[in-house]
């Protein structure tokens, strides 16, 4: 029995250690591999724009990526594309230091943490560096500005006209939420019901708000619950994931196509099914193409000046249009938007990308 | 004619004999308790939303219950040798997860090897912890919360972090939780199912004798001869079995596997075992109770979002159900206990 014990625990020491180099390998090929090609074609004067994603084999972030050097080879500079293998903090802050040696002349970065970037961006900073985040960010002390995905008063406002044009303007409807403290959550919800209170809403009567808490299992069960406790329900909208996903089987296996409308926030993946199957006509995400786009601009207006990151500056992103800076709690951001919309149209090119 | 009396009067002895037992096995059922309860309780929400007691929601509460009462049974056999299982939860993901990886590969896999896949990888994983449990002798808390974050992480790692949604599941495999047999949908069948072969197993085989043996007194079962480690070893590994089967089922019937699904559902299968008289204290547990334990946790989560109130309220609510449950059970349970030894003959 001991000697045997002896063998399983040698056994299990080889293996941890044989798995920790696989993983230190892994991380500096994957490193490399993402860095080496667009570092290498150093080109002197031309500018250069870095952008450092959470962690590698993320299709969201390969979009996210693509949009930002799509914007910084349309403006004729050169991008530096970089994400770490795993999403933490400290891969980052390597990946900023190498950067900072590089001397690039802006860095967008989407954070692993909100806090424990600041020191090496602050480096950043100091050294010249024009410093901004996008999608999930950085503290206002380590950024001169954010890019935000998500535009609460726009995706409130549209969820509801989305909902309104799919039960033909008159019926009742009912929201599905996450928990009831989400923040996010509950601006949207504020926003959509600022929306109703428009006049020519009169007919659409919001009858509840229930909350599946992003659980696959209370999910269901509260869709289950609105549909029996309001017959004439004629629309659901879900701005979450899972709550979104959830609903869209519910009524599936219901088979209430067409007689319950469904639209919200959810993940082209999660949703493809139940576009496809008209059970849900359309739905909103923000198109993380646009996101990093949007970086892109705004890092070549902060690299040129024209803006500096402060309340009421205004730059001309591209084919996006002209954007506007806004306070953002102790910093200040950018907005990207309506969120876009994924129907039956392209979801099938989506679907395999987030 | 006085034959035909006498015949008649052992009719009627025969007759009062059998009524007697009746009452007798009424007031010995011990879960009576729980049982009123779960009627008043469905009572109540009937009268505040009268679509409670349709016949679309009570096979709603019974298909979203049936996952959970699979789970209750294994888990019910664990706490009777006096252990307990934090890791279902994440065995549940990893076969789920594996299963749909596996259909989403080959779509024209017949559904039932896509189950025995999900019960394979659960069933190797209950394996593992009863390995830990029995032959190492760690206890069970620590083995399976220690396990519980090797699974949940080996899910992790074998999506790549990723979901595996609808559309990458053949219709096949998501039939399996929406199909039914004579209107009965497949996940209620197999649940009963479940419990058949498990009354059977707990109160007809001798292995499952000795499980309750190990649990009312571990040095008297391993004294008489009971071979206490295969027997923890077997239930650990029925337990990651069911959890496994649990995992098919949930994937198939929500029809999307993500790294953290049933997160935490371990604590509802306890609560539901719990509920239903099974002791943490090893040795005592019904099955009859465990599935009423399940379907009042199954009743509560599909009656309070249809009663209407505040979601703060709620959990509130449950949680005090959940304890006047326990306690009016509790109660009924030591009135039948002294009816039973007031009526023993000495």
């Keep these: ?354 | 004619m006085k034959q035909a009396a006498t015949n008649s009067a052992a009719l009627q002895g025969a007759g009062h004999d059998k009524s007697g037992s009746l009452s007798a096995n009424i007031a010995k059922f011990r879960e009576l308790g729980l049982l009123l309860f779960i009627v008043i309780l469905s009572v109540g929400v009937q009268l505040r939303n009268p679509s409670f007691l349709t016949w679309e929601n009570i096979s709603d509460i019974a298909t979203n219950t049936a996952i959970l009462s699979i789970l209750a049974v294994g888990m019910m056999l664990v706490i009777i040798t006096r252990g307990i299982d934090l890791s279902i939860g994440a065995t549940l993901a990893l076969s789920g997860m594996v299963s749909a990886l596996t259909v989403s590969q080959y779509p024209d896999l017949h559904p039932l090897l896509a189950v025995g896949v999900g019960v394979g990888v659960g069933l190797v994983c209950g394996v593992v912890i009863g390995f830990l449990v029995s032959w190492i002798n760690i206890l069970p808390i620590i083995a399976t919360l220690g396990m519980m974050n090797v699974f949940r992480g080996l899910t992790f790692e074998t999506s790549g972090g990723k979901w595996v949604s609808a559309h990458q599941m053949p219709e096949s495999f998501k039939a399996i939780a929406t199909g039914s047999v004579f209107g009965i949908n497949n996940l209620i069948l197999i649940a009963i199912a479940i419990y058949i072969v498990a009354y059977y197993f707990v109160s007809h085989t001798r292995t499952g004798r000795r499980v309750y043996a190990i649990g009312s007194n571990p040095e008297s079962a391993e004294i008489s001869g009971i071979r206490t480690g295969r027997i923890l070893w077997l239930v650990y590994s029925i337990m990651g079995g069911l959890s496994g089967l649990a995992g098919v089922l949930w994937v198939s019937k929500f029809a999307s596997a993500q790294g953290d699904t049933a997160s935490g559902y371990e604590l509802s299968v306890i609560a539901a075992c719990v509920l239903g008289g099974v002791s943490i204290a090893g040795g005592v547990g019904k099955l009859s109770g465990v599935i009423l334990g399940a379907v009042l946790l199954g009743i509560l989560n599909n009656a309070l979002p249809m009663i209407n109130v505040s979601p703060f309220w709620q959990n509130f609510i449950q949680g005090s159900i959940i304890l006047i449950a326990v306690l009016v059970n509790a109660l009924v349970k030591r009135g039948i206990d002294r009816n039973n030894l007031m009526r023993r003959k000495i």
């Design chain 1, 1 to 354: 029995m001991k000697k045997f014990f002896g063998i399983f625990l040698t056994a299990v020491m080889l293996v941890a250690v044989l798995s920790a180099c696989g993983g230190k390998n892994d991380g500096n090929s994957g490193g490399q591999a993402s860095g080496s090609p667009a570092a290498g074609g150093d080109s002197g004067a031309k500018k250069k724009f870095a952008i450092i994603y959470k962690n590698t084999g993320n299709p969201y972030g390969e979009k996210e990526m693509e949009g930002y050097k799509n914007a910084i080879e349309e403006l004729g500079y050169e991008a530096i594309l970089k994400a770490p293998d795993q999403p933490t903090a400290e891969a980052q802050i390597t990946m900023i230091d190498e950067l900072i040696s590089q001397k690039v002349n802006a860095l967008a970065i989407v954070g692993n943490d909100p806090d424990a970037l600041q020191p090496a961006l602050e480096k950043a900073m100091n050294a010249g560096i024009k410093v901004l985040s996008l999608d999930s960010a950085v503290n206002a002390e380590s950024r001169m500005l954010h890019i935000n995905q998500a535009d609460p008063e726009r995706i409130g406002r549209t969820l509801v006209q989305g909902i309104v044009e799919m039960i033909g303007g008159s019926g009742e409807i009912a929201i599905l939420s996450a928990t009831s403290q989400a923040t996010n959550q509950n601006l949207w919800i504020d926003w959509m019901k600022k929306e109703l209170e428009d006049p020519k809403y009169a007919d659409v009567k919001l009858v509840k708000v229930a909350y599946g808490d992003d659980l696959r299992d209370k999910s269901v069960s509260e869709t289950e619950a609105l549909l029996k406790s309001y017959p004439n329900l004629k629309g659901i909208i879900s701005p979450t994931t899972v709550g979104v996903a959830a609903a869209g089987k519910v009524l599936t296996d219901k088979g209430l196509k067409g007689k319950v409308q469904l639209t919200g926030l959810g993940l082209p993946s999660e949703m493809a099914e139940y576009i496809q199957s008209g059970i849900c006509q359309w739905m909103y995400l923000w198109n993380p193409l646009d996101v990093g786009y949007l970086s892109g601009y705004a890092a070549d207006a902060l690299v040129n000046g024209t803006i500096t990151g402060a309340v009421g500056d205004k730059f001309t992103a591209g084919k996006l249009g002209e954007k506007e800076i806004i306070a953002d709690g102790d910093g200040t951001q950018v907005m990207l938007g309506d969120p876009f919309k994924f129907d039956a149209s392209n979801i099938a090119e989506w679907k395999d990308v987030y």
